[in-house]
């Protein structure tokens, strides 16, 4: 079993529809939280960084963190063809140095 | 504000010729992360080093494998005697410093083994 799962679509939405993009961990020790996008052929972008549980929004996305769910959750509004693209969730330990542990990504598709 | 740039963009190589990627990380950061992302996989974590020090290698292959980050000039991550498992696109990324876990990756170098 993997340590990140992310289920890896594709998710298809018409334009304008909320998009709910998701992962869930089996690491505990997990404390910090992240989400990237990235387009076809390009690097990670990162998007949004959360520590511990709770919401972070940021324009049209939310990140939401459920530490007891080992969930977190990734929300964007008003959905764009531009966002068409794969999201990647990551996460570190607090203690354990500096390497993200990735999930596979979900492959998100937005139509006009 | 230049962000994390790494080279060549695109590898060739032929089976047992070397491989050697740069990265330079973005201004101001002095932590440098690599990662290799295999087709239909996810990125996996290889490598992070600061300026002349190894932190972490505890995801890079044991053998053919190495990296560096010299006081001076970019980091570089080698790999001698190529075989065609190795390709894949090795993304580089960086931090400001250990108390940040925020990490700015590069648009990768996407090597190829013939």
């Not at chain 1, 052929?41 to 963190?65: C, H, I, W």
């Not at chain 1, 990735?102 to 998100?108: K, S, V, W, Y």
Request: charged share 25%; net charge positive.
């Amino acid at each position: 079993q993997k340590e990140v799962e992310q289920d890896p679509g594709p998710l298809s939405v018409p334009e304008g529809a909320i998009v709910s993009l998701n992962c869930t961990y089996s690491n505990s020790a997990f404390q910090y939280f992240m989400w990237y996008r990235q387009y076809s052929r390009k690097g990670p972008e990162l998007l949004m960084y959360t520590y511990s549980s709770g919401n972070k929004e940021d324009g049209r996305f939310t990140a939401q963190v459920d530490k007891s769910s080992k969930y977190i959750s990734l929300f964007i509004r008003d959905s764009q063809p531009s966002d068409s693209a794969t999201y990647l969730c990551a996460m570190s330990p607090y203690n354990a140095g500096n390497m993200l542990t990735f999930g596979g990504g979900t492959r998100l598709m937005v139509k006009p | 504000n230049a962000g994390v740039m790494q080279n060549p963009r695109h590898l060739v190589r032929r089976r047992g010729q070397e491989a050697r990627l740069r990265c330079s990380p973005m201004k101001g950061h002095s932590h440098v992360y690599w990662y290799r992302q295999l087709p239909e996989e996810g990125l996996k974590f290889m490598v992070y080093l600061q300026k002349e020090n190894i932190i972490d290698e505890s995801g890079m292959p044991k053998e053919r494998f190495s990296a560096e980050f010299p006081k001076e000039g970019p980091s570089i991550l080698r790999i001698q005697q190529v075989v065609r498992g190795d390709s894949a696109a090795y993304f580089c990324a960086s931090s400001r410093d250990r108390g940040y876990n925020e990490q700015f990756f590069g648009p990768g170098t996407r090597l190829t083994v013939l």
